[in-house]
């Protein structure tokens, strides 16, 4: 396995895991342990920032603005871009959600927020998903033959 494609690998792993976290969030939500909800999610947001600082940008950077650039039109290209904009606007907007309620024990700040909220679970979700469509589309021959 080549470096890339461990980076590559580490990454979805790490997606994957701060996906669980976020499952593990709603869990208690559901629980009504709102607090506890809020500062999972900022877990999950401060990992995912990690992600983004450590591989997925010098990654893009690096591999997928030259490739879109020599192939413009190539649906490997283009879901790329759906990628990184949904995986760009779904931390800034988690960012805006959890700013905005700092950490208080009150749902007076929170729960006007209700729509933003699943609005950017969608987001993130359409992120991680064709994040990993991204990766089996680069490494599927590599996994599977």
């Known amino acids: 396995m080549d ?18 976290l976020l499952l593990g969030s709603l869990i208690l939500k ?15 947001l401060l990992l995912h920032f ?11 950077v690096g591999g997928i603005i030259p490739f879109a650039a020599s192939s413009p039109t190539d649906a490997t290209a283009i879901l790329s871009f759906v990628h990184a904009a949904t995986g760009i606007i779904a931390p800034v907007l988690a960012v805006w959600i959890i700013a905005t309620w700092r950490l208080r024990k009150s749902l ?10 699943k609005a950017t679970l969608a987001v993130w979700l359409t992120a991680l998903f064709s ?7 680069f490494y599927w021959t590599l996994l599977f033959g």
């Open 3 to 20: 470096y890339h494609t461990l980076v590559a690998t580490v990454s979805l792993i790490f997606q994957v895991g701060v996906f669980g």
């Open 30 to 44: 559901a629980k009504q342990k709102m607090w506890l909800h809020g500062v999972t999610m900022l877990f999950g």
């Open 50 to 60: 990690i992600s983004i600082g450590a591989i997925m940008w010098p990654s893009f």
């Open 108 to 117: 007076e700040y929170c729960m006007p927020k209700k729509k933003w909220m």
């Open 131 to 137: 994040g990993f469509i991204l990766y089996l589309s």
